[in-house]
Nanobody
């Protein structure tokens, strides 16, 4: 019923930037909270950034100051601007939508997920 379509992943070098996009459709409305998660090689999936319907944001400590999450409600799109990328940022990044009113940071609180997009940061 709900679909999330991600784009923007790729292979970059240390210090480069990428902007991930996630467009959502179906029953998801502009009042859904949105989040980005990632799964690094050999690691469990972790919360990266989230944004509420009122543009309140949360970030993983290691990406604060480097990553920025934003949304365009008119376009049903959420973005993750990633600057100063590091090898530790290499992961599959997932977009997620949350029906709950509180901006969550754990994956079990999100209801819908995109397919994931690979981000690789090389040295």
């Amino acid at each position: 019923q709900v679909q999330l379509v991600e784009s923007g992943g790729g292979l970059v070098q240390i210090g480069d930037s990428l902007r991930l996009s996630c467009t959502y459709s179906g029953r998801i409305a502009s009042n859904y909270n949105m989040g980005w998660f990632r799964r690094a090689p050999g690691k469990e999936r972790e919360f990266v950034a989230g944004i509420s319907v009122t543009a309140v944001t949360k970030y993983l400590d290691s990406v604060k100051g480097r990553f920025t999450i934003s949304r365009d409600n008119a376009k049903n799109t959420v973005y993750l601007q990633m600057n100063s990328l590091k090898p530790e940022d290499t992961a599959v990044y997932y977009c997620a939508a949350d029906l709950l009113p509180v901006l969550a940071t754990t994956e079990d609180e999100y209801d819908y997920w995109g397919q994931g997009t690979q981000v690789t940061v090389s040295s």
